[in-house]
């Protein structure tokens, strides 16, 4: 807690502001007036913001809050998400415009397709689906590289009415597995494979075992719809007639007319895994209207979207990032957007600043743990591009860190951009608070204060607002249109997570620390439950554990997030082993063994959640009901000073801890 403070203390000394270009103020898509606006009719204000969207019929009543935390906004609108994103664009005279300049990962494979291309590809992709049995309201899961096909499918599905559940390519086939069952996906649309890092890498095999265990977890998948990305050999067993079909097969072959049909507003649109406090992930819902209203508006005004921008997000569709601000946002507003397959430093690391340049990217859209990345590689790798066309950048997905934010500004930008730090979760579906960037005078490492519409604050334990200087607990006041509607299949999980801690007050609470500092800007300060933030990517502390000790030789295993300066966060693992893996050697705790379990949980979750560090201990620091104290681990883990152990069953735990630790440093 006092590590929190003085960082707080630290960040609060920070008086560098950033005034927004005079220019871009004076063409500015929201102004201050806004905020007043919103305030004084929630409402009435969501209501003109839902004019952004085409109905099929109109709804006859903004917000239906009558069952909290069950939301359901413009109710009795119909319409279909894909109608919005791509068939308006070419009715209104707009089928040219390219809506995606497709950069593969080997140089020179690119692909830009148009508005009216694309309604072409996602009629077509819609019309196959509907040929391989999938209904309205049915489950498709989505395992794809970031290649056109992905966004196609993630709108065909809408499109259809069948709600989509993409899994991050980077998860194993565990975490696909267990996806799958959870929803109970009837198809999953894959690929061979896609380029990382300059090499093939497969991603059909994994789909294959993932279908077998969905199998042992009583659930059967009828259909792998598998797109030929790079040719790669599927292997021995790699294609079953029964089930597998060649998206060139079914997709190319299919007609270019589809009607699409309407919905209704609160119709499923797509379901999000994200990591909670328990071992299970979390299916986000989220439905249609509010949506695609609260992802269309946000864009637009966030990043003062005009109609020659070409706007970049480097987030993988695999993310809510990559929904809300590669597919839902940005298509609903008809933009030019670059859609990028591969890895920053491939082939070479200014790979990312080539191709800002050879398309003219103007808004670019990317995370904390990137720049930091680019930072130190050194400023002469960008500096030897032309980044003049860029009028705007944002970052997300955990707190940016001053040095980082002016950085950013000055050397990506080159001192004209402002910078929006935007703050919101898998579940708040869109932007919630972030500057205006033609409004707010920026403060590097504060995301400031909500956008007009979204109501939030910053309360203490009993759900006070804190006064400006001070620190709490992060929460929304007031329902917004795309909030999450419950997770897939528990209601009660959802108001326990979300809704339970400030029951009385009825506000929605993000699991986040922050702090209003004397001006009342926020500053998020991270997680204060028990999910860590690892490159901006959300993983549970428990989910790891529980991989961990399903690997044969551990017994007990603890994991925290540490303080990384590259990655915000990285994980670290406490084990004991068991007595049979002692005896057989492994009782050193030595490399061999920390190799061994880290490769366990890469293959379990993905590569994303191997531990940074795996720490071999004889015992874990239990209070006296045998909970673990993660706090003290933490200290191990950042190494500082053991903080107070006075609630320890065994005070002398953490002696023993420090002094034998022992462990694997790696950075795969
Ligand atoms: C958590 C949500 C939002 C899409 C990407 C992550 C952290 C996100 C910021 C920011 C400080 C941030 C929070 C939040 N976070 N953006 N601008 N400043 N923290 O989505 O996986 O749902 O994670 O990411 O801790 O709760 P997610």
Redo the contacts with the bound molecule.
Sequence with gaps: MSNTDQTLANLLQEDRRFEPPAELAAHANLTAEAYDRAAADREGFWAAQAERITWAEPFTQVLDWSNPPFAKWYVGGKLNAAYNCVDRHVEAGRGDKVAIHFVGEPVGDTRSITYAELQDLVSQAANALTDLGVEAGDRVAIYMPMIPEAVVTMLACARIGAPHTVVFGGFSSDALASRLEDCQAKVVVTADGGYRRGAASALKPAVDEARTKAETLGHTVEKVLVVRRTGQDLGENGWDDAVDVWWHDAVDSASTQHTPEAFDAEHPLYVMY?SGTTGKPKGILHTTGGYLVGCSYTHWAVFDLKDDDVYWCTADIG???GHSYIVYGPLANGVTQVLYEGTPDSPERGRWWDVIEQHGVTIFYTAPTAIRSFMKQGREIPDARDLSSLRLLG??????NPEAYVWYRHVIGGDRTPVV???????TGSIMISPLPGVTAGKPGS?MIPIPGVAADVVDEEGTPVPNGSGGYLVLTEPWPSMLRTIWGDDERFKETYWARFAKQGYYF???GAKKDSDGDLW?L??VDDVM?VS???LSTTEIESALVSHPKVAEAAVVGAKDEDTGQAVCAFVILRESALDSGASDGGDDIVAELRKHVRKEIGPIATPRQIMVVPELPKTRSGKIMRRLLRDVAENREIGDVTTLADSSVMDLISSGLSGGKGDE
């Design positions: 994200t993310w809510v990032t970052s997300v997905g955990e707190p940016i730090d935007t703050w919101w979760q898998t579940e995301a993000a699991g986040d998020v991270g997680r933030n901006g990517h959300r």
